[in-house]
């Protein structure tokens, strides 16, 4: 395609907009790292964790986990001055919050960049943006793991040991999450019941090379999401299948699982209001109602799960999904097995079904119906929307499952006793994901056909990508023709070639006035003389040039109005007694040929007198 604009946005054989695609890069980033931030500082705020460290390196280590990277907590304890104790915890967990955030900025600014680069873009600058995009925040990532450490003061109050000494006389050490540990003054000495009183220092380390990496992985991902997701994003030259086939399908499933998000924000919005500590629950919700709500979806199409919960941690779960992993933790965690502890749970697999049902309609709806009309026609678009929607669910539960699972496993030892304890795992089946995706994904993307061609709406909401009417067919048909960007960056105008040529008879003004109508080599009779006529009459303003002929053409060929648009006046009439003149034939002598006769020549004057 040689189409090429006013700003470039068509590159065939020409370099690449190196400062715009620098720029756009620049905004995404940043507004992305931004949202990050701001939503992680928040929700720390909201759940005092702020009263325990620095905000900054611990926000800093909450945006590298939602980015997919690796954050590595360690400590020592010290206890009346003995050394040995240490703190070990393992932690691997996705604030899904603080990523939703920042996927939707990131993608937002990078597709603003795609489409108000033109209706048709090049594979080489659709790459070099989105590489742009990758390297800049694979950069600014490391750059904030390397800030990412800090050391947080923990006093054993906070652990939950200021019961840890029984009151006098009790003989006993009571450790939550442990139990009763009866009299052990016979293996430790006796201060060490005075560990009610240690101060523990745990520290974090943001993990550098896995953090590169998982920031690698998870910003090209969601450019690549996005990109299949936006149904209004141009794409390369023989793209069209995207559009058409994959779009559909993948926009129906992000815009259930954002409405997903935002149901769950909702509920727990109304649960903060009638809680004692409304300030944590807002917190959470912030950090991590993605966390909960794309766990329960998976659950609720009858996904089973692996997991055990011990210690304190295991009241952090919400119910009853913490009693079912503290009684049951050989058993796998299913939608039936949750039911058992509380029958409200099948309505959990209710609403699941309902968003796969309206994943079904928004694919109908959203797909070009074609031309196949009839019983067969409508079977055919309900098998195809079942074949993408069960594919693309297919591929999406198991990432559900995937970002969502939870690892958390924290000690704290002092010289070989483990005195506080608690880890929470919890892990998805891929495999049974995968096939119950696409069982699911099929029966509610023919169901989802059925319906929306019963109701008249099978492709009505289809986007002129799909459909094949933008401005790309007419760029791929007149290869020449050049292709203006849009204002603002919106829909780009492209003006086609006329389609039929000027026609006189259905246009009036390429029309002659009737009194300018005269046979050619012919003049309209008027009373100037021979010298009137010496040369052709020019119109006024024209600067001395000739008037057009009479013909309805200028000196190019172009129609044109060959006269005044208002018609000359008559000429004055004859004074009484004058006798007409004579006709005169073309070519006679005296006048120029086809012109009008000259006048009489005057009587001789009589001499005068002396």
Not at 80 to 105: C, D, N, R, W, Y
Request: charge should be neutral; hydrophobic fraction near 45%; glycine fraction near 16%.
């Amino acid at each position: 395609m040689s189409a090429v604009t006013d700003a470039g946005t068509m590159r065939h054989g020409a370099r690449l907009p190196w400062l715009d695609v620098l720029l756009s890069a620049i905004a995404s980033v940043s507004w992305a790292l931004t949202g990050m931030a701001g939503t992680a500082a928040l929700g720390l705020h909201l759940l005092r964790a702020d009263a325990a460290g620095s905000l900054g390196p611990m926000t800093v280590a909450v945006v590298a986990l939602g980015a997919g990277g690796s954050v590595t907590p360690s400590g020592e304890v010290s206890a009346f001055g003995l050394k040995g104790a240490e703190a070990h915890t393992a932690l691997q967990i996705t604030p899904l919050g603080v990523s939703l955030v920042g996927a939707l900025l990131l993608s937002w600014f990078f597709l603003r960049s795609l489409r108000a680069a033109g209706v048709v873009i090049t594979p080489a600058e659709l790459l070099a943006r989105a590489g742009a995009v990758v390297t800049l925040f694979v950069a600014v990532l490391g750059g904030l793991a390397w800030a990412g450490h800090d050391v947080v003061d923990v006093d054993a109050g906070a652990l939950g040991l200021g019961g840890a000494a029984g009151g006098a006389g009790s003989g006993g050490l009571s450790i939550p999450g442990l139990g009763d540990l009866g009299d052990i003054g016979g293996h430790l000495p006796d201060r060490v019941g005075g560990l009610i009183g240690a101060k523990a220092a745990v520290g974090f380390t943001v993990d550098t090379a896995p953090t590169l990496l998982g920031g690698l992985g998870w910003s090209a991902g969601v450019l690549l999401i996005a990109l299949l997701a936006s149904r209004r994003t141009p794409l390369p030259p023989g793209w069209e299948a995207v559009h058409r086939v994959v779009r559909p399908a993948v926009s129906a499933l992000v815009t259930v699982l954002m409405a997903a998000a935002a149901a769950g924000l909702a509920a727990a919005a109304y649960a903060a209001v009638g809680d004692d500590h409304p300030r944590r629950v807002a917190g959470a919700a912030l950090l991590g109602t993605p966390n909960g709500v794309w766990l329960g979806l998976p659950i609720g199409l009858f996904v089973p799960w692996d997991g055990t919960a011990t210690g304190g941690l295991a009241g952090v779960l919400p119910d009853p999904l913490g009693r079912l992993l503290t009684a049951h933790s050989d058993q796998p965690v299913t939608l039936s097995r949750l039911a058992g502890l509380d029958g409200r749970v099948w309505l959990l697999g209710v609403a699941a079904a309902l968003a796969m049902l309206l994943a079904g309609v928004l694919t109908a709806v959203r797909t070009p119906t074609g031309a196949a009309q009839g019983r067969h026609g409508t079977l055919g678009f309900a098998g195809r929307c079942a074949l993408r929607l069960g594919i693309a669910t297919a591929l999406t539960l198991p990432l559900l499952a995937w970002l969502t699972e939870v690892s958390v496993d924290a000690s704290l030892s002092v010289l070989g006793l483990d005195v506080f304890g608690a880890g929470v795992e919890l892990r998805g089946h891929p495999g049974t994901a995968l096939l119950l995706g696409a069982v699911w994904g099929a029966g509610a993307g023919a169901v989802g056909a059925l319906l929306a061609t019963g109701a008249g709406a099978a492709g009505s909401r289809a986007a002129p990508l799909a459909r094949g009417e933008a401005g790309v067919a007419t760029a791929v048909e007149n290869p020449g023709h050049e292709v203006r960007p849009g204002p603002a960056g919106g829909t780009p105008y492209s003006p086609a070639a006329p389609y039929r040529p000027p026609n006189p008879s259905t246009n009036p003004y390429l029309r002659l006035p009737d009194e300018l109508r005269a046979p050619r080599g012919t003049h309209p009779p008027d009373d100037r003389g021979p010298a009137d006529h010496t040369e052709p009459p020019t119109a006024p303003g024209s600067g001395g040039r000739a008037r057009p002929a009479a013909s309805g053409r200028d000196m190019y060929g172009a129609p044109t109005v060959a006269g005044p648009l208002q018609p000359q006046p008559p000429p004055p009439p004859r004074p009484p007694g004058r006798p007409p003149r004579p006709a005169r034939s073309p070519g006679a002598p005296g006048a120029p040929d086809g012109g009008p006769p000259p006048l009489p020549p005057r009587p001789p004057r009589p001499p005068k007198k002396d």
